[in-house]
Antibody
Framework: EVQLVESGGGLVQPGGSLRLSCAAS????????MSWVRQVPGKGLEWVAN????????YYADSVTGRFTIARDNAKNSLFLQMNSLRGEDTAVYYC?????????????????WGQGTPVTVSS | DIQLTQSPSFLSASVGDRVTITCRAS??????LAWYQQKPGKVPNLLIY???TLQSGVPSRFSGSGSGTEFTLTISSLQPEDFATYYC?????????FGQGTRLEIK
């Protein structure tokens, strides 16, 4: 069974930092793109960042570029999101999502498995 | 950035109804469009990708169509478990973007 378990969320002051982690199991982690997607409760979905299978290629939403860094450790089946210079608008539930290998293709931006999310609140 | 606009934003329908949700892209995205279903308190679930390909395990009452800038998600006969919020998403280019969502409720 595929499992993605996020951790590291919490309450942080504006300007502070947090590091989110996602522990993956039940699949060959090194075969898939991985992403972070966030959602303000009751609102829509916002893609944050993704990383390729080897960790050598990363992409970010404009809203987090220069502040957030995505990384992975394939030896530990783990995905990370380092979040610096946090702002109130970063408050959301952060989901770890697996890039789908569907129909013979592995997609960077198609999400077939999601973790349960970790909440991040940025407030003084 | 590519904007996705879903219509309607809210839809009230009955069990057994046929419903269609539209997603319009601000520029052409070929067939790089997916649809997700999200129920309250749950994570999104991938329904359709490549505009019209049904994800494994998704009931055949769900179907998708379109290419370029206009896409539709159709549910042929609504079941009680289908009442949820639906999102379209484009993966044609970065940044990856989602539509604002369509909330489907029981009439």
């Amino acid at each position: 069974e595929v499992q993605l378990v996020e951790s590291g969320g919490g309450l942080v002051q504006p300007g502070g930092s947090l590091r989110l982690s996602c522990a993956a199991s039940g699949f060959t982690f090194s075969s898939n793109w991985m992403s972070w997607v966030r959602q303000v409760p009751g609102k829509g979905l916002e893609w944050v960042a993704n990383v390729n299978q080897h960790g050598s290629e990363t992409y970010y939403a404009d809203s987090v570029t220069g502040r957030f860094t995505i990384a992975r450790d394939n030896a530990k089946n783990s995905l990370f999101l380092q979040m610096n210079s946090l702002r109130g608008e970063d408050t959301a539930v952060y989901y770890c999502a697996r890039g789908c290998c569907c129909g013979g293709n592995c997609y960077a931006g198609l999400f077939d498995q999601w973790g349960q999310g970790t909440p991040v609140t940025v407030s003084s | 950035d590519i904007q996705l606009t879903q219509s309607p934003s809210f839809l009230s329908a009955s069990v057994g109804d046929r419903v269609t949700i539209t997603c319009r892209a601000s520029q052409g995205i070929s067939s790089y469009l997916a649809w997700y279903q999200q129920k309250p308190g749950k994570v999104p679930n991938l329904l359709i990708y490549a505009a019209s390909t049904l994800q494994s395990g998704v009931p055949s009452r769900f179907s998708g169509s379109g290419s370029g800038t206009e896409f539709t998600l159709t549910i042929s006969s609504l079941q009680p478990e289908d009442f949820a919020t639906y999102y379209c998403q484009q993966l044609n280019s970065y940044p990856i973007t989602f539509g604002q969502g369509t909330r489907l409720e029981i009439k």
